[in-house]
């Protein structure tokens, strides 16, 4: 007698390109997908960012290259990401939404391939393409990110089994709880930093008096 057999968990990143209905419900219903395959791709995110920065073609690019700040690359893109994950099953947990924190992270990371897909395609172009050809990278650009974030749109519809509005509703409350996260770290760290400087400046003073 056989075992039935088991089907595969994997999921071709790509397949939710054209088909993300399917792929995001076999990511709900039949656990497919992977936290490794989206932890890579959030950190290609990450280095095409870096890419896109240091390596755009001198005729496209405005940024100072001996001022590369890694941390503030890393906080546009993992750390937004996994605020984005956070945000979305907090908001879900509170909207009856039927997603899980890992099938919330499997469905951002692919669907956000689009965009860092352009991104990276954009940087090689803009070493080739002339001035005039500028528009073309920015039409690019702006179409994959409509598409991942169409991708999204479908992807938490689905996983939550949200309606239209509810998901629209979801996604904005989200990004509220994003926004307060964000002025929270903010305001901790200027306190920290004024704790800090406070501290430093009163030991200063009794080093001086001793």
């Given at each position: 007698m056989?075992?039935?057999?088991?089907?595969?968990?994997?999921?071709?990143?790509?397949?939710?390109?054209?088909?993300?209905?399917?792929?995001f419900?076999s990511?709900k219903e039949?656990?497919?997908g992977s936290l490794l395959?989206s932890g890579m791709?959030?950190?290609?995110?990450f280095?095409?960012?870096?890419?896109k920065r240091?390596?755009?073609g001198y005729t496209f690019?405005l940024?100072d290259?001996?001022?590369?700040?890694?941390?503030?690359?890393?906080?546009?893109t993992?750390?937004l990401?996994?605020?984005?994950?956070s945000g979305n099953?907090?908001?879900a947990?509170?909207?009856?939404g039927?997603?899980?924190?890992k099938?919330?992270?499997?469905v951002?990371?692919?669907a956000?391939v689009?965009?860092?897909?352009a991104?990276i395609?954009?940087t090689l172009?803009?070493?080739?393409?002339?001035?005039?050809?500028?528009?073309f990278l920015?039409y690019?650009?702006?179409?994959a990110m409509?598409w991942?974030?169409?991708?999204?749109f479908?992807?938490?519809l689905?996983?939550h089994d949200?309606?239209?509005?509810?998901?629209?509703?979801?996604?904005a409350?989200?990004?509220?709880?994003m926004?307060i996260v964000?002025?929270?770290a903010v305001?901790f760290?200027?306190?920290?930093q004024q704790v800090?400087?406070?501290?430093?400046?009163?030991y200063?003073?009794?080093?001086?008096r001793?």
């Amino acid at each position: 007698m056989t075992a039935p057999a088991v089907s595969p968990k994997r999921l071709n990143p790509f397949s939710t390109l054209l088909h993300p209905f399917d792929s995001f419900y076999s990511v709900k219903e039949d656990g497919k997908g992977s936290l490794l395959v989206s932890g890579m791709i959030v950190l290609v995110f990450f280095i095409a960012s870096i890419f896109k920065r240091q390596s755009t073609g001198y005729t496209f690019n405005l940024s100072d290259l001996s001022a590369l700040n890694v941390w503030l690359i890393a906080a546009k893109t993992i750390v937004l990401y996994a605020l984005w994950v956070s945000g979305n099953w907090a908001v879900a947990t509170w909207m009856d939404g039927e997603g899980k924190a890992k099938q919330i992270a499997i469905v951002s990371a692919y669907a956000i391939v689009p965009y860092v897909a352009a991104v990276i395609v954009s940087t090689l172009l803009s070493r080739v393409l002339v001035q005039e050809e500028g528009m073309f990278l920015g039409y690019m650009t702006t179409l994959a990110m409509i598409w991942s974030a169409v991708l999204m749109f479908i992807g938490m519809l689905t996983i939550h089994d949200y309606g239209a509005v509810k998901t629209l509703q979801s996604f904005a409350m989200t990004f509220a709880a994003m926004g307060i996260v964000i002025f929270l770290a903010v305001l901790f760290y200027t306190l920290f930093q004024q704790v800090y400087v406070f501290i430093y400046t009163v030991y200063n003073e009794m080093l001086f008096r001793l």
